[in-house]
């Protein structure tokens, strides 16, 4: 042991670098993203990317500015509760609960805030898919503030967004709504079209 310190002493900092043992990072988190587009936009036309009842359907739009940028959103109304739906299958190695990002945008200079709400429905092998969305509640929505100047991007982050009774490979129903009547209890008083641009789930996994 005294030669190998003796040794070591003599070396340069450069070669003791050399045979240094490698660092090891700790992993923390292990996560997958989905991110889910509202609408298109093709040749001036735009369309809803997902699944929509008879009634209380947000309407698609397209945004252009300047001669090369196109984008398509869903105006979601102000007083009317509006939604769209979508599937997303969950990893084998999904873990509970779920966080969700909101990319929105408002014609208008209005600080008031929009309530989004994520609702989510699992069905295993074997089940029938018959069951419903739950209620919008504060354990699936969040109240987002505008930014004060129109058309400004908003990002809006819930944490924990409830998933009762999802498990790991199974089938995830999504229902992304608006909130205007304020079932959740939380508060939206932005009178004007809030315009979800695309909605993201973190979906956390086994380490």
């Given amino acids: 042991m005294k030669t190998l310190a003796l040794l070591l002493s003599l070396l340069p900092a450069a070669s003791l670098a050399q045979h240094a043992p490698p660092l090891c990072a700790q992993v923390t988190e292990n996560v997958s993203f989905v991110r889910l587009l509202t609408a298109s936009c093709q040749n001036g036309t735009p369309a809803t990317l997902g699944n929509t009842h008879t009634s209380g359907i947000p309407a698609a739009a397209c945004i252009t500015t300047g001669t090369d940028l196109v984008k398509g959103v869903l105006d979601f109304d102000s007083t009317n509760d509006e939604g769209v739906q979508s599937l997303v299958t969950l990893p084998s190695d999904w873990i509970p609960p ?44 969040v109240s987002d503030a505008g930014k004060g100047t129109a058309n400004q991007m908003n990002l ?22 608006r909130d205007p009547d304020e079932t959740s209890t939380l508060t939206d008083t932005h009178a004007a079209d809030a ?9 956390r996994r086994e380490l």
């Fill in 195 to 203: 315009r979800l641009i695309s909605v993201t789930l973190k979906l």
């Fill in 98 to 141: 779920i966080d969700v990002e909101y990319r929105w945008l408002s014609g208008t200079g209005s600080t008031n805030p929009v309530v989004w709400c994520t609702q989510l429905v699992c069905v295993a092998d074997g089940e029938e898919d018959t069951a419903g969305y739950p209620g919008q509640s504060t354990s699936s929505c």
């Fill in 156 to 177: 809006a982050t819930d944490t924990t967004v409830a998933a009762v009774g999802c498990a790991a490979g199974e089938l995830m129903r999504v229902r992304v709504s």
